[in-house]
């Protein structure tokens, strides 16, 4: 008799939860339908990674220090692992390509919208190449298919078989763009307001094809034939050919705006936290005064005595003489004076060297450049010098100095410029200076020295483009020996993926030989 009513009552219960189960188990609040897909653009252009930390990738190649050991500032100045800092880049994994990949499930078979669709696959395409670019192996194939899939452990793909893949998408995708099909500049920060449809597909496809570009010469150091290829893909399909194809975000504080009152949040940290702590590294203020470079008054600034008010300074000293960029492998306190060569006595709150132009390069305002013009032109002057361009291409030593041109032009760009960029006599000066002036005998070191500095605010670039090429040549930061007396080749994989996802985690750091800094991702060979 206690079994039948237990049974007759589960039945009862059971009947109730089905009762309205759909309607209840809905959220009434959540998103059902998307008015127009084109809306996800503009949240993925708003979101695409960028320059990486200052205390990251630009630490790394000596272009910036923060030289305060005081635990919490431990890292990559130190040559040590610091998991804020290499966990960081995943964020573009959970973050930017989920949305990425909603948008690409949302309009893959809408008739209607072929050019969203490619330019999603497009601007996947590039954060996967961020993602391989910092770790490796990273998860590609089964990764975001957890909702539509359950598969919520993906494995890892080597990252030589993404960059195959990532080949076909960019050109598959570039190649279909059509001016006669939608027009999305509704939605697209990255083309002027209500550009017409063959305005913005004339401009995602010199994007597209600048972006293989890229890709094909990440192949320099394992496969130069198909690097070889692949730059002639790109080339043939029409990169890049003045600045006014830059693809950056643009953010700005206008109160007047405030839909799209937005801050660079790569400059949160420099701007916000003690200022003071932070410099311009020697190597790289020393390579621009040596060159007599006009951009140097835009990067790097002095201001004394060191407070953590600078970021509220709008006419720092920026007279090259008095720069000094703070030495590589030394930290604050301890037997720094002793120690450090050409120590400078502290002034202020802070050492008394170089720190960022909070008025222009770390200004909160200051353009987030992604791909620009002057890369692409120098990319190409080294595509020249190797004698992979097809015929009636410009010389290498026309690319390259386009290429310098068009970075110090980029600087119109940014805040508080006016009237301060370099004159016509001052460029043609310029590109005469020894160190500057284009020889074949140096041409790889000149072309990517350039590159180097142009990257100054994109730091992932730059950093790709240095273990690439190898130049310009730096000394090893010899703070201690962890990493072997060499550099940082790529990041440590996030903590919480070795509890989130172990088995896959632990197939991966065994296919790559160590979960380590030192360990390099597979275009990087020494």
């Known amino acids: 008799m206690k079994r039948l009513l237990i049974a007759t009552t589960a039945l009862v219960f059971m009947a109730g939860c089905n009762k309205d189960f759909k309607e209840i188990n809905t959220n009434p609040l959540a998103i059902q339908k998307i008015n127009d897909p084109g809306m996800l653009l503009t949240n993925i252009e708003r979101n695409t990674a960028v320059a990486g930390d200052w205390a990251a990738e630009s630490t790394i190649i000596q272009q910036f220090v923060l030289p305060y050991n005081l635990g919490a500032t431990l890292g990559y100045q130190f040559n040590d692992n610091a998991p804020g800092l290499s966990g960081a880049p995943w964020g573009v994994y959970t973050g930017v390509l989920r949305t990425t990949q909603s948008l690409i499930d949302y309009v893959k078979s809408d008739t209607a919208r072929p050019n969203l669709y490619n330019m999603a696959r497009i601007w996947r395409a590039y954060h996967y190449m961020w993602l391989v670019d910092h770790y490796g192996d990273v998860p590609y194939s089964e990764a975001e298919l957890g909702q539509k899939e359950g598969v919520f452990y993906p494995k890892y793909d080597k990252g030589a078989a993404i960059y195959d893949d990532l080949h076909k998408e960019i050109k598959e995708a570039t190649d ?11 939605f697209d920060i990255f083309v002027p307001a209500n550009a017409t ?76 936290t003690n200022p003071y702590t932070y410099h311009v590294a020697e190597p790289l203020v020393t390579t621009l005064k040596n060159l007599g470079d ?93 004698n992979w361009l097809p015929a009636g291409a410009k010389t290498a030593k026309e690319y390259y100095e386009e290429g310098i041109i068009a970075s110090m032009d980029e600087y119109s760009i940014f805040p508080n410029t006016a009237g301060a960029l370099p004159t016509a006599t001052e460029k043609a000066a310029y590109l005469t200076r020894p160190g500057v002036a284009f020889n074949e005998t140096d041409a790889l070191m000149l072309i990517n020295t350039q590159y180097w500095i142009e990257c100054f605010n994109n730091g992932h670039e730059g950093w790709s483009n240095w273990r690439r090429s190898g130049f310009p040549v730096l000394s090893p ?50």
Do not use: C
């Open 176 to 186: 279909a763009l059509n001016p006669a099909k939608d027009n999305n500049s509704k």
């Open 197 to 272: 449809a063959a305005t913005e597909i004339t401009l995602w496809k010199r994007l597209g094809y600048s972006l293989l570009l890229r890709l094909g010469m990440r192949y320099s150091k394992v496969d130069q034939a198909k690097a070889k290829s692949i730059v002639q893909e790109a080339y043939n399909g029409g990169v890049m050919q003045s600045n006014a194809d830059n693809i950056y975000v643009k953010n700005t504080t206008d109160a007047g705006a405030p839909d799209v009152n937005y801050t660079n949040g790569r400059m949160g940290g420099v701007r916000g």
């Open 294 to 386: 006009p951009r140097l008054k835009f990067m790097v600034a002095y201001y004394s005595p060191l407070q953590s008010t600078a970021p509220n300074v709008t006419n720092p000293d920026t007279i090259s003489s008095h720069q000094f960029g703070f030495p590589v492998g030394y930290q604050v306190g301890g037997n720094w004076k002793t120690t450090s060569p050409g120590y400078r006595a502290p002034t202020g709150t802070g050492e008394s060297f170089s720190q960022l132009n909070y008025n222009v390069v770390a200004n909160s305002t200051t353009p987030s450049v992604i791909i620009s013009n002057a890369q692409t032109k120098l990319l190409l002057a080294e595509a020249a010098v190797r």
């Open 477 to 526: 930061n010899l703070f201690n020996n962890n990493l072997n007396g060499g550099f940082i080749r790529r990041f440590i994989y996030p903590i919480n993926e070795q509890t989130i996802n172990p088995e896959n985690y632990q197939a991966a750091v065994a296919s790559l030989g160590g979960d380590l800094l030192t360990t390099r991702v597979f275009w990087d060979k020494p």
